[in-house]
């Protein structure tokens, strides 16, 4: 678990500031893409963000959504070099990585998750209804 988190946070570092202080081959990829400019600077907050938050404990959520954003985000830039015909070693970076995100999830201990996730954690068959701040019912 530590080893691929470890190069996700390098990657996701790295690739965060690269974005964040407009390095040249940040700004040609996003360029060769269509993507305008001004992305560059909030990608690379949150991938900072998103990387940072592994090193945070006690913040099962958080780290759920810094994957869930990191794996929208790489697959996101897969699917983008795909469209405009970048070459294969863009699709295997990306792939890589996507691996690698997926690899730092599934691994991580039972301590860092939040909880097992089962069908019936997705029942609605029996909702309580409980009292608005008007006193009215709302059901959950």
Excluded: C, N
Excluded at 69 to 76: K, N, Q, S
């Amino acid at each position: 678990y530590w080893i691929t988190t470890a190069a996700l946070m390098f990657v996701m570092l790295s690739g965060g500031f690269g974005e964040l202080t407009l390095q040249w081959g940040t700004i040609e990829t996003h360029t060769v893409l269509g993507y305008p400019l001004y992305l560059l600077s909030i990608i690379g907050i949150w991938k900072i963000l998103g990387a940072l938050i592994f090193a945070v404990p006690g913040v099962p959520r958080l780290k759920e959504w810094a994957y869930a954003g990191m794996f929208f985000d790489i697959t996101g830039a897969f699917l983008s070099h795909a469209m405009v015909g970048d070459g294969a070693i863009h699709l295997i970076e990306t792939g890589s990585i996507t691996l690698l995100v997926v690899a730092s999830w599934a691994l991580r201990p039972s301590s860092r998750t939040l909880g097992k996730l089962t069908f019936s954690t997705f029942s609605f068959a029996r909702r309580q209804p409980i009292l608005s701040s008007r006193r009215q019912p709302v059901l959950l």
